[in-house]
């Protein structure tokens, strides 16, 4: 089926037209770290991370399970900071690699805080505000600004439950 639809698609269509069919790679792993042979081998390693980088065991799961094998370069780059804390180190990996800029994106996004936790995540937002800040150079009216507007949201979004 493949090859047919291939030489109708050469014969038939302009470029521009054979470009909207063209063939992709979905079932390849964008990040060849995060392949489910990957993500298992992650998680078995995940207690000797936790030893090589001093952090829990529990955090160094985490990290597996939501990274597979990037994690062990998340734990790296981290180790590097002097992070120990999970949220603090998925907050620079963020930053640094997912275009993250704002403390909602951050909470609501990237990470499981915001619906997963009763406070929020309200509990992390100093130790991730801090990476964020030397990451991205936000100054102290930044910071306060971006606290202020997440807030906001959580406000907006619960003001259900009053």
């Not at 792993?29 to 042979?37: F, M, Q, S, Y």
């Not at 980088?53 to 597996?64: I, M, R």
């Not at 094998?69 to 120990?84: D, M």
Request: aromatic content about 8%; overall charge negative; hydrophobic content about 40%.
């Amino acid at each position: 089926a493949r090859d047919i639809l291939e030489v109708v698609l050469k014969e038939e269509f302009s470029t521009e037209e054979r470009i909207q069919y063209a063939r992709n790679q979905t079932r390849d792993a964008i990040n060849p770290l995060v392949t489910p042979e990957k993500l298992s081998v992650a998680i078995g390693q995940a207690p000797i991370w936790a030893r090589d980088f001093d952090v829990s065991e529990a955090d160094a799961l985490s990290l597996a399970r939501r990274h597979g094998y990037e994690a062990l370069e998340i734990l790296q780059s981290a180790s590097a900071c002097g992070l120990k804390a999970l949220w603090a180190i998925e907050a620079l990996h963020a930053a640094r690699h997912t275009m993250c800029l704002h403390l909602r994106d951050f909470m609501l996004r990237r990470t499981p805080l915001y619906l997963t936790m009763d406070d929020h995540g309200q509990f992390a937002i100093d130790s991730v505000v801090n990476v964020l800040q030397s990451e991205l150079g936000w100054t102290d009216t930044k910071i306060k600004e971006e606290k202020e507007l997440y807030q906001s949201h959580i406000q907006t979004e619960m003001a259900w439950k009053k």
